[in-house]
C-alpha cells in the first residue's frame, strides 16, 4: 500500500480516470437532482437574453463566473448531503445543520448571481421599455 507521503507519478491514464470521474459526477447531478436542472434552463435563459442584447466581453465574463458558481454550488451541496446521509443515516441536528448550511451557500450564490444579472441586464432592459 502507497503511503499518502509518497508522490504519485504522472500518468496520462490516471489523469483520463480523473475526467472519467468527474463526468460521472456530473452525470449524477443531472439524473439525480431537480434543482441543479433549474439552475441549467435558468442560465440558458441568461445566455440568450445576453446574446438577444448584445452584452460586451466583459459582462459575459462575469455572466460566465456568476452561473458556474451557482451550478458548483450546487454539485458541492449534492456532495454534501450524499456523505452526510451515508455517514448519519440516522437523524441528528448536526447532520441537519450541516445539510441546511450546505443549501444556504447555494441560495447565497443564486442570490450573487442574481444581483449580477440586474445589474447587467436592468439598464439595457430599460432601454427597450
Not at 433549474?38 to 446574446?51: E, F
Amino acid at each position: 500500500m502507497q503511503k499518502i507521503s509518497e508522490k504519485k507519478r504522472f500518468s496520462i491514464i490516471g489523469r483520463a480516470k480523473s475526467f472519467k470521474h468527474a463526468f460521472r459526477g456530473i452525470s449524477i447531478l443531472l439524473k439525480t437532482q431537480p434543482n441543479f436542472w433549474i439552475h441549467i434552463i435558468a442560465g440558458i435563459i441568461v445566455v440568450k437574453l445576453g446574446l438577444w442584447l448584445h452584452i460586451s466581453e466583459g459582462e459575459w465574463a462575469i455572466l460566465v463566473l456568476a452561473i458556474g458558481i451557482v451550478l458548483a454550488a450546487e454539485a458541492f451541496n449534492t456532495a454534501i448531503e450524499i456523505d452526510i446521509d451515508l455517514t448519519s443515516p440516522e437523524y441528528h441536528p448536526y447532520a441537519r445543520d450541516t445539510k441546511d448550511v450546505a443549501a444556504g451557500a447555494v441560495l447565497i450564490t443564486v442570490i450573487v448571481a442574481i444581483v449580477v444579472g440586474c445589474i447587467i441586464f436592468v439598464p439595457k432592459l430599460s432601454l427597450y421599455y
